[in-house]
């Protein structure tokens, strides 16, 4: 069974890091982009960040630019996303979603912030920006 467990949630104060971690099973990680995505409370979820499945190519909402860092370690089937300067308009459930890709040019190079583009996804952790 396919499944993506994120992890790394919780109360950080503005200004504050934090780093998720999305860990995959059943499946190769590299075959497939990751996306991470958001929602907030009253909010529609949004795409966050991206990473290609062989960390190609990478993508960013422009409300984390020069924030956030997305990153991933194929050899231990994990996706992270660094999370620096945060501010309470983080505060939400991030998720993290995958998009199997069949070629291998889309491994190295497909990112998408869709949410209906993503075929898996886990089951999300609270990110709290509080002071």
């Known amino acids: 069974q396919l499944q993506l467990v994120e992890s790394g949630g919780g109360l950080v104060q503005p200004g504050g890091s934090l780093r998720l971690s999305c860990a995959a099973s059943?499946?190769?990680?590299?075959?497939?982009?990751i996306g991470w995505f958001r929602q907030a409370p009253g909010k529609e979820r949004e795409g966050v960040s991206c990473i290609s499945g062989l960390g190609g190519t990478t993508n960013y909402a422009d409300s984390v630019k020069g924030r956030f860092t997305i990153s991933r370690d194929n050899a231990k089937n994990t996706v992270y996303l660094q999370m620096n300067s945060l501010k309470p308009e983080d505060t939400a459930d991030y998720y993290c979603?995958?998009?199997?890709?069949?070629?291998?040019?889309?491994?190295?190079?497909?990112?998408?912030?869709?949410?209906?583009?993503?075929?898996?996804w886990g089951q999300g952790t609270q990110v709290t920006v509080s002071s």
């Open positions: 979603a995958a998009l199997r890709r069949p070629t291998y040019s889309g491994r190295l190079y497909y990112t998408s912030l869709s949410e209906a583009d993503y075929d898996y």
């Open positions: 059943g499946f190769t990680l590299a075959d497939y982009t």
